[in-house]
């Protein structure tokens, strides 16, 4: 399994939305996302940071179901 990139906030949103993500809202530094499919839904919170710790970036991606390959591709 490859290693978690080191990528900040906005890079990760411009990731997700990439994936089908839609920006919903912002509050602070903290922006909502959201996607709905084929009876599933999606939401999650990304924070703007210049770094995501690799704790935070592995939530983020057990929230909207992408895997550390899928991830990778979309960067």
């Keep these: 399994m490859p290693k978690l990139p080191v990528i900040s906030g906005k890079e990760l949103i411009a990731a997700l939305k990439k994936a089908g993500f839609v920006e ?4 602070g530094s903290h922006v ?3 996607k709905f499919t084929s ?5 999650t919170v990304v924070p ?15 929230q909207t179901g992408l895997s550390r390959d899928d991830l990778l591709k979309l960067l």
Aim: aromatic share 8%; hydrophobic share 35%.
């Design 39 to 43: 009876g599933k839904f999606y939401r």
């Design 32 to 34: 909502s996302l959201q």
């Design 24 to 27: 919903v809202r912002q509050k």
């Design 48 to 62: 703007l940071h210049q770094e995501l710790s690799k704790g935070i970036l592995i939530d983020i991606l057990h």
